[in-house]
C-alpha cells in the first residue's frame, strides 16, 4: 500500500484524476470499477471539467459501481444510480449501456469477469472501515450480495444524503463483496477530512486481514495507492 497525501482535498482529488485519465488515454476500453459517497465527488468534477477541456473520449470506457441501496427506486434522488448520472454521466460522453450496478438478480460478478476484469477500482471508506458496502464482518472471500447496513453507516449517510431522516435511509444494500474488489488490478483509495482519521490510522497499520476492518483486506493487493488529505492523517 503506497499512501499519497496531499494538502487538501482537490490537489488529491487531481492526482486521483490524473491516475484515471492516463489509463483511459491508454486504453480507451479501459474498465473502471467506481465509488460513491461525498469523496469522490471532487474527482468527478475534475473529471467532468476535462471533458470540457479535452474531450477525453469515454464512448468505449465500461464502469462497474460497487454497490446500491436494497429496495430504493433507481429513479430516487438517493440512489447511487442517480448519483452517478448526475455527478459523472450525464457530463461526458459514456454510453449509459456501458454503465453497471449490482443488482439481486446480475450476476454481477460473472458480469465483470465476462468484460475481462476491472482495470482500475476507486474507493472510498467508511469511518468504521467499510469499503463498498461490507461491513465490518464480512468474509474476506465475499462476492457480491445482498447485505445488512451498520447503525453507524445507516446513521452516517442520514446525516450526508437524507436530511438527517434515519427511517427514510434503505437498511440493506447490494454490494461487491471484498473478494469482488480484491481481483480489481489496481486499487485507489481516497478518504478526505479529519473524520476518517481513525479509519487511516488502522488501515496504514494493518498487516493481516480483521474482518472487523474490513478495509485491511487491502494490505494484501499489490498495486494500491492511498490518497489522503491532510487532515485524514496528520501524522503521515
Ligand atoms: C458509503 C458507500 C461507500 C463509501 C463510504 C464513505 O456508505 N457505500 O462506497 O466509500 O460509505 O462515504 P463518504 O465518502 O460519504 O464518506
Redesign the pocket.
Known amino acids: 500500500m503506497e499512501f499519497k497525501k496531499f494538502d487538501n482535498e482537490i490537489d488529491a482529488s487531481k492526482f486521483a484524476a490524473d491516475i484515471v485519465l492516463d489509463l483511459i488515454k491508454n486504453n480507451n476500453k479501459a474498465k473502471l470499477g467506481l465509488?460513491?459517497?461525498?469523496?469522490?465527488i471532487t474527482l468527478y468534477d475534475i473529471l467532468c471539467s476535462d471533458y470540457i477541456k479535452n474531450k477525453t473520449n469515454w464512448s468505449e470506457v465500461k464502469t462497474f459501481n460497487?454497490?446500491e441501496y436494497y429496495g430504493l427506486s433507481i429513479e430516487s434522488k438517493a440512489s447511487y444510480h442517480y448519483f452517478m448520472n448526475h455527478h459523472l454521466f450525464s457530463k461526458i460522453n459514456i454510453n449509459k449501456s456501458n454503465t453497471y450496478f449490482p443488482s439481486e438478480n446480475n450476476n454481477y460478478d460473472n458480469l465483470i469477469k465476462q468484460n475481462g476484469s476491472i482495470d482500475l477500482q476507486i474507493?472510498?471508506?467508511?469511518?468504521n472501515g467499510?469499503?463498498?458496502?461490507n461491513e465490518p464482518g464480512s468474509d474476506i472471500n465475499s462476492l457480491t450480495r445482498l447485505v445488512d447496513l451498520t447503525k453507524s453507516?445507516i446513521e452516517?449517510?442520514a446525516k450526508?444524503f437524507f436530511n438527517n431522516d434515519i427511517s427514510a435511509v434503505p437498511k440493506k444494500?447490494i454490494?461487491m463483496g471484498l473478494k469482488s474488489i480484491m481481483q480489481a488490478k489496481k486499487i485507489v483509495l481516497l478518504a478526505f477530512g479529519s473524520?476518517?482519521y481513525d479509519a487511516i490510522s488502522k488501515l496504514k497499520k494493518s498487516t493481516k486481514f480483521d474482518p472487523n476492518f474490513p478495509a485491511s483486506v487491502l494490505f494484501d493487493h499489490p498495486d494500491v495507492t492511498i490518497i489522503i488529505d491532510k487532515e485524514a492523517d496528520i501524522d503521515l
Request: proline letters at 4%; glycine letters at 16%.
Open positions: 465509488a460513491t459517497g461525498s469523496t469522490p460497487l454497490d474507493l472510498g471508506i467508511g469511518t467499510h469499503i463498498g458496502f453507516t452516517v449517510n450526508k444494500a454490494s473524520s476518517k
